[in-house]
């Protein structure tokens, strides 16, 4: 079994910042790319950022150009995202995804969700 746990949501103010937090943990034989999606209210869920596990990183330059940093801890299984300069646009629930196989199944390489973490930019 595998889970994928956001953390370091909350409530900040325009021009604020937040690092977002997602541990993998469980049965992982290995952990690929890592990534950041998120979705405002009525609104489909975007692409933000991934990482491979030798950090090579792409962005969606539109959104999150020279504002969002994405970073990966191999060890401890964890990936981050650190917004500044943080917009009211970038309210949203933020959920990040990881390509991994299991200790069950090694060959096979599935994508796992979090749960998602919520993100409000207001004054």
């Known amino acids: 079994q595998v889970q994928l746990v956001e953390s370091g949501g909350g409530l900040v103010q325009p021009g604020g910042s937040l690092r977002l937090s997602c541990a993998a943990s469980g049965s992982i034989f290995n952990l690929g790319a890592m990534g950041w999606y998120r979705q405002a209210p009525g609104k489909q869920r975007d692409f933000l950022a991934s990482?491979?596990?030798?950090?090579?990183?792409?962005y969606d330059d539109d959104s999150v150009k020279d504002r969002f940093t994405i970073s990966r801890d191999n060890p401890r299984n964890t990936m981050y995202l650190q917004m500044n300069k943080l917009k009211p646009e970038d309210t949203a629930v933020y959920y990040c995804?990881?390509?991994?196989?299991?200790?069950?199944?090694?060959?096979?390489?599935?994508?796992?969700w979090g749960q998602g973490t919520q993100v409000t930019v207001s004054s």
């Open positions: 990482i491979t596990n030798s950090s090579m990183t792409v």
């Open positions: 995804y990881a390509q991994l196989s299991t200790l069950s199944t090694p060959t096979v390489t599935r994508q796992y």
